[in-house]
């Protein structure tokens, strides 16, 4: 089950961001001053093929794989996103909907709404 992250780091400039987390999901909502979602960010399956959906205001959606920075033979840099169109959003949505469960309900509702209606 999703639990809200205690003192999440803001950054200046920049919406407000809460963060919640469970073994199989990382969400971090960003929120405008009326308290409304300016976009969020779902990171699923972090323990074997981490990757994310993105969606914002000003950019729509983005889905991207993660690059976890480990290369043999090299230092492990920091982790990035990569392209990765494919997306199946009927099964992150019932994974979602169960670990939201103990979520704010207007946001567990926003961010399920814009799993079901993404896009390729």
């Known amino acids: 089950m999703l ?4 003192n999440v780091r ?12 469970d073994d199989y999901f990382d969400l971090i909502i960003w929120l405008e001053p ?13 323990q074997y093929y981490q990757r994310a959906l993105t969606w914002t205001k000003k950019n729509g ?17 920091s982790p990035v996103l990569v392209a990765d169109g494919l997306f199946d959003p009927a ?8 670990a939201a469960a103990g979520m704010p309900r207007r946001l567990a509702d926003f961010v399920l709404e814009k799993i079901k209606k993404f896009k390729p």
Do not use: M
């Not at 803001?10 to 987390?21: D, L, M, V, Y």
């Not at 976890?68 to 492990?76: A, L, R, V, Y």
């Not at 099964?91 to 169960?98: D, G, K, L, S, V």
């Open 61 to 77: 959606y983005r889905h991207s794989g993660v690059d976890d920075g480990e290369n043999s033979g090299t230092h492990k840099a």
């Open 10 to 21: 803001q950054i200046a400039g920049e919406p407000k961001r809460r963060w919640f987390t």
């Open 3 to 6: 639990r809200e992250a205690e």
């Open 91 to 98: 099964p992150t949505a019932r994974r979602f909907e169960e």
């Open 34 to 46: 009326d308290d409304s979602v300016w976009g969020f960010q779902l990171c699923y399956d972090l």
